[in-house]
């Protein structure tokens, strides 16, 4: 029975090729499940890496380490208050200037741009913001700078430093680099990637819903004010924080134009210095003492906790949009 | 852009049996101070015996942190260690050259060596306490010379450093208010201005801004044009930042009695002598992980001693005294055992 | 009677007409607003694209002007020396981007085949989409100092390999994010059909849908390696920097970032321009790559 024999050999061989492959399929998850966890296992490793290292300061500084402005090398005393303003400051004065522009982009290029120049603007804008950021820093040192310190900071220290409440925010000597300086540069750098990201969520709006507010003798204006925005409303917002986050974390383009000072000061044209500049400029010579690459390490790790406190609200609005458009 | 694995695989196996062979590069870190110098002489040094030395500049403090840890055949630095930390950690510390720090000024019509200060003033300064370059203090000194009333900015490093280390020694010294509230050390708690990384971020800023004052070491001073101050020195003299001002402080400089080559030379008596001059030292393992490594670092040193005047003074250095170098080749002799 | 209906009939077009004339006047403000709101976003628009065109017009400008045959052929040169390149630095720089790169992307795209065909819709894989996407907007000095105490520390050196781990350790977020996106627009029915003539799992991600989606996931390692070029940060820590040529990935290496790190704060002329060039050459970089991942992308996108 020949026939019977190879249906018998063809089947032995199936079933063979069939446990490879469920075994080859094993594997294949096992390998791919095994990278999709290491990306999990980097990020706690990491947060855990830093708070290991920054122990001893904490334990040495307790929450002093966070609320006090000493930071002093010579009698190891460190206090993180004034790097941890600077980093806040200057992100909150990039988001500032960054986002009412980087909206009017977003709006110009969905609703007013004629069609012919969406793509290439688009593209333009999302290409500038894979620019690296120690062109920005470089820019804000030799051209930035002397500009501001020549043309702009003597005006403001006349005319704005001189206010009631306000003034001493805008008092200081006409340096160039500073806070305010920092602040600019960081704007700069975030424009194009909230923009572009805000372009992607505005385009994600029905154009039913638009079309029905135009029907209805909407202006341009109305439908973005009650139908784009509020339907974006928590993807806009995440987009913002997402460019907190890379504002926060933005070590070479303040280096440069910060000014590394801890004195503190509130005036946007003094200077002073963020957590990520302190990092770069300091921990080379910090391994000398091991408190003081401690109070450094501990420093990255409020950092990346700052970081963290922004980016998880954007995230779950991001995520809430995402719901709702379904997918 | 996408390397197959079996590539990276053959560059990753081709590249460490490239390394464990003996690798003709010696590795050094520490001063920014010396990094000119150290820049030349390992060109001028390969061009002669294709030996690589690679100096990165990453300050004094890494340096020693470096040297310590093993992880660089030699360290520089312009803090000398006390015998005890040198015995502590197992090194040896040899000078290498001579410079001199130098508080640069830019001043919109005032010309190098124009402006005269003395220690205590300098140190005034850098406290805060004196904020304007039409001050009395500095007018006293001045006298005849036309100073702006423009403010006066402070620039000082935003790393620790030697140079550092040996300008606030000065001041330490000169200046009792700020040995009381500042001290001294590689990096210190400063009470006023920016903080610029490196000689070249503090010469950065203070071409930058009118009415800055910064200290560099000489060599980025020259190499920059920018105007320098012309101090008080000990004997009450007022001397320029010259080869022989330097060469004057080192030659009172007491080497002879000092264990390990510890000696700080700033501050130094002589009518010529530059106040704020500085030695830059060498830290090397008594106890490498690479003899021969450490071996041809010695004998770099010892090319550099033989050879390498001409360029460090051509970049603002001084070269040491013969009999200093006697002393360090004895030196070596004693406590190095490869 | 007569006079009533009248004056009925007067108030009545006399509310037409104020009805009318408050409409107009509404509709006016309306307008009005709009233009001012239109043009403000104009504005906006215009005055964020000025300052970055002024950004790219400087770095083309001045970059430009330092481009020479010699960086390419030349090492980086000594401060005071007139002459020199880059060309150690630019090697250093590739040679570290390839191997991140080699080591990140098999990972990344590999997690991202797992988050879209095995972890899709499930808590697993949005527990692992959302600490991938914080891991993505983590700040690069971290990533560096993670690296530093992993691989720099404990093995007594800086190392170029220390410096493509940390650069590998950047790119894999992107990877991840943009293969997993690629994979899940591949539609549905492919895997149905292959499921349904009995081609196991592995078989069908390797060869048909890695294959559909492979313009997507090259683009995304395009985009990741774009990222990586420019970053300077956890090179400080890692890899740190060589004045000569090297090939030792023991050792540390010379790159682009930390050399223009170096040489632009430099108050040295010559090295300021050779700063600005590296600055150029890593732009021009960028926004190659950038395109090439565009072009590649975007006619996927039309045929879905």
Redesign the interface.
Known sequence: MPFATTLAVNDQRLAAIAQQDARKDRAFAWLTGLAAWSVFFTLLATIGTMFWGGREAFSTFGFGFITSS??????LQFGAFVPIYGTLVTSVIALVIAVPISFGIAVFLTELAPSWMRRPVGTAIELLAGIPSIVYGMWG?FVL??FL?EHVFPWVDANLGQLWLIGPVFRG?P???GMGTAGLVLAIMVIPFIASVLREVFLSVPSQLKESAYALGSTTTEVVWHIVLPYTRSASIGAIFLGLGRALGETMAV?FVL?????FSPSLLD?G?SIT?TIA??F?????SPLYESSLIALAFVLFMVVLAVLIPAKLMLRQLAKRAGT | ???T?K??VL??CA??S??LSF?A?I?GAGATFV??AM??W??DY?AATQV?V???S?????G???VK????DFGSTDAPLKPEELAAAGLVQFPSVIGGVVPVVNLKGINAGQVKLSGKVLGDIFLGKITQWNAPEIAALNAGLALPNV?I?VVHR????GTTFNFVNYLSKVNAEWKAK?????????????????N??V???T???NGALGYVEL??AT??K?SHISMQNAAGKFVQPTLDSFRAAAASADWKNSKDFYLVITDAPGAASWPITATNFMLMQKLP?SPERAKAALEFFKWVYANGSKSAEA?GYVALPNELVAQINAYWIANLKY | MSANSGQVAQSDSARQISKADFAERRYRKRKIINGVMLTLSAAAALFGLFWLGWILWTTLGKGAAAMSLSLFTEMTP????ESGGLANAIFGSMLIC??G???G??IGVAAGVYLAEYANHTKRGEAIRFINDILLSAPSIVLGLFVYGLL??PF???SAIAGSVALALIIIPVVVRTTDEMLKLVPTQMREAALSLGIPLWKMNIQILARAAWPGI?TG??LG?ARISGETAPLLFTA?????W???????MANLPKVIN?FA????EYWNSLAWAGAFLITLFVLA?SLIARTLSAPKKADL
């Open positions: 000493t930071w002093d090398p010579v009698n040192l700078v002397p310190g000597p340096l160039g680099v280096t000014g590394n000072s801890f004195n200077p210095t500049a400029n300091e080379a010579e910090a391994s000398i | 852009m996408k390397i694995l590539q990276s560059a990753v590249s460490l490239m390394s690798a590069e590795t990094f000119p820049s030349r390992s060109s390969n690589k690679n100096y990165q990453i300050g004094s403090g890494g020693i942190a470096q840890a093993k992880t660089v403010r900015t935003s790393d620790g450093s500042v001290g001294e050390g590689v990096a210190v708690r400063w009470p006023t201005g920016l903080g610029g990384k490196g070249e971020g010469a950065a800023y071409k930058r801004i060599s980025y190499l920059n920018m992980t970049l | 000594p401060p005071g020396v390839a191997l790169t080699a080591m992307a098999p720099v520390k007594g050196g800086y090259l390692i395009l390696v740190l920097g060589n004045q000569y090297s090939t030792d990935l023991t050792a540390p170096d704060m430099s108050p040295f790559l």
